[in-house]
């Protein structure tokens, strides 16, 4: 079983929709939560980050951690086709070296 | 350097040769990883330097895989007797100090074909 689980999708949606994005995790000790956002043929880029459970507002973008239920998402607001890109979660603890990614979820927003 | 820098962008190689794959990461930073990308798949990390030495490379898939980093800075990543099933977008990345909270910054990868 993997460490991280994420929603596969693809998730198609219109313009304007909110959109949940989730994951799992089955270690306990990741303390740090991460979404990246990835366009097509680029690297990822850092979206979100949030430290041990609770909620995060950026504009349209909200995270939340729920340590209790390992289980973390990223919802988007008033979603735009600029939005449409592959969302990947990402956890790590305070010493990590590393950090430790789902399987990805590609958006598709529909003008 | 203004952004984490890969080459090449692109390569294609035939089953059984061996290819080098560089990284050249953000001035300062003294954490680099690799990760490996595969068609529709999410990263898979292969191995973590801090400064030269390489503390996790727990995620190597096989002898044939190897990496150094020289320096401080450039790091390149060998595949030797390459595989089909080598063939994915490998991703490089880096962070000021390896710590658990810190962003990557990630290079925008190489595409590996292996025919």
Same mark, same amino acid.
């Given at each position: 079983? @993997?460490?991280?689980?994420?929603? /596969?999708? /693809?998730?198609?949606? /219109?313009?304007?929709?909110?959109?949940?994005?989730?994951?799992?995790?089955?270690?306990?000790?990741?303390?740090?939560?991460?979404?990246?956002?990835?366009?097509?043929?680029?690297? %990822?880029?850092?979206?979100?980050?949030?430290?041990?459970?609770?909620?995060?507002?950026?504009?349209?973008?909200?995270?939340?951690?729920?340590?209790?239920?390992?289980?973390?998402?990223?919802?988007?607001?008033?979603?735009? %086709?600029?939005?449409?890109?592959?969302?990947?979660?990402?956890?790590?603890?305070?010493?990590?070296? @590393?950090?430790?990614?789902?399987?990805?979820?590609?958006?598709?927003? @529909? /003008? | 350097? &203004?952004? $984490?820098?890969?080459?090449?962008?692109?390569? $294609?190689?035939?089953?059984?040769?061996? $290819?080098?794959? +560089?990284?050249?990461?953000?001035?300062?930073? !003294? &954490?680099?990883?690799?990760?490996?990308?595969?068609?529709?798949?999410?990263?898979? *990390?292969?191995?973590?330097?801090?400064?030269?030495? &390489?503390?996790?490379?727990?995620?190597?898939?096989?002898? +044939? *895989?190897? &990496?150094?980093? !020289?320096?401080?800075? $450039?790091?390149?990543? !060998?595949?030797?007797?390459?595989?089909?099933?080598?063939?994915?977008?490998?991703?490089?990345?880096?962070?000021?100090?390896? +710590?658990?909270?810190?962003?990557? *910054? *990630?290079?925008?990868?190489?595409?590996?074909?292996?025919?």
């Amino acid at each position: 079983q @993997k460490e991280v689980e994420q929603d /596969p999708g /693809p998730l198609s949606v /219109p313009e304007g929709a909110i959109v949940s994005l989730n994951c799992t995790y089955s270690n306990s000790a990741f303390q740090y939560f991460m979404w990246y956002r990835q366009y097509s043929r680029k690297g %990822p880029e850092l979206l979100m980050y949030t430290y041990s459970s609770g909620n995060k507002e950026d504009g349209r973008f909200t995270a939340q951690v729920d340590k209790s239920s390992k289980y973390i998402s990223l919802f988007i607001r008033d979603s735009q %086709p600029s939005d449409s890109a592959t969302y990947l979660c990402a956890m790590a603890n305070t010493n990590a070296g @590393k950090s430790t990614f789902g399987d990805g979820t590609t958006l598709t927003v @529909k /003008p | 350097g &203004a952004g $984490v820098s890969q080459s090449p962008s692109n390569k $294609v190689t035939e089953k059984g040769k061996d $290819v080098e794959l +560089r990284c050249d990461p953000i001035s300062g930073h !003294t &954490a680099l990883y690799w990760y490996r990308q595969s068609l529709g798949q999410g990263l898979e *990390f292969l191995i973590y330097f801090q400064g030269n030495s &390489a503390p996790d490379k727990s995620g190597l898939p096989s002898d +044939r *895989f190897s &990496a150094e980093r !020289t320096g401080g800075s $450039v790091s390149t990543l !060998t595949i030797q007797r390459t595989q089909q099933e080598d063939s994915a977008v490998y991703l490089c990345a880096s962070s000021q100090t390896g +710590r658990g909270n810190e962003k990557l *910054f *990630f290079g925008s990868g190489t595409q590996l074909s292996v025919l």
